[in-house]
């Protein structure tokens, strides 16, 4: 299982130590959702990948969990202003799960899509060479479902509602289209570095 211990700053500098402006320091997990908290079994649950002309890749839970797996330490950044230091996750790596789609190269933006009806909206170039995963496990136990278990996006050098939980496709795009809150006026990116919380 490969092994990351990142602490992201944005396109600018990489690992650099620190809080974003902004923000403060938890050692909580506050949790916050857009709903009620959908309880995805996981003898339901699929992650897919597809391209812009609607092509795509399925697994089902054990095929994700057969799956290379990666470990990821690193800090977490909410738009509610909260930081969480030294986060430890596992899971699989975007890299792997375009590789086994055979999807490499193909569109430039990803719609991720969560249970529930959530979305958001992500370069593909931030989620790639090692940059974000598919999370099942936090700090060495299963990922709840309060915190977008039994799966979520992970990409955390974006602000956290960035990292969709409950995600269940990553949807190739040509063009860049807002998601849920990006829609709402929410930042088309979101770097907590540049405090780009807001259009």
């Known amino acids: 299982m490969a092994v990351i211990n990142r602490r992201f700053r944005g396109k600018r500098r990489d ?25 995805v079994n996981t003898d339901r649950w699929s992650m897919s990948v597809t391209t812009p002309d609607g092509l795509g890749t399925r697994w089902r839970w ?28 596992t899971g699989v790596s975007i890299d792997t799960l375009l590789a086994a789609a055979g999807v490499e190269g193909t569109g430039g933006y990803v719609m991720a899509h969560a249970f529930g009806g959530y979305t958001t909206n992500i370069p593909v170039a931030d989620l790639v060479d090692g940059r974000a995963m598919v999370a099942h496990t936090f700090d060495g136990r299963p990922l709840p479902p309060e915190h977008g278990g039994p799966a979520r996006l992970l990409v ?35 770097d907590p570095w540049r405090e780009q919380r807001y259009a």
């Open 156 to 190: 955390p050098h974006l602000y956290f509602w960035k990292s969709a939980k409950w995600v269940s496709e990553l949807h190739l795009m040509d063009t860049d289209e807002p998601g849920f809150w990006e829609r709402g006026g929410y930042h088309m990116f979101g």
């Open 15 to 39: 690992y650099a130590p620190g809080l974003p402006p902004g923000q403060y320091l938890t050692t909580d997990f506050p949790v916050l959702a857009t709903g009620p908290t959908p309880v």
């Open 62 to 89: 054990t095929e994700f969990l057969a799956l290379p797996q990666q470990q990821m330490t690193v800090d977490i950044h909410c738009v509610t202003r909260w930081s969480k230091l030294g986060t430890t996750w």
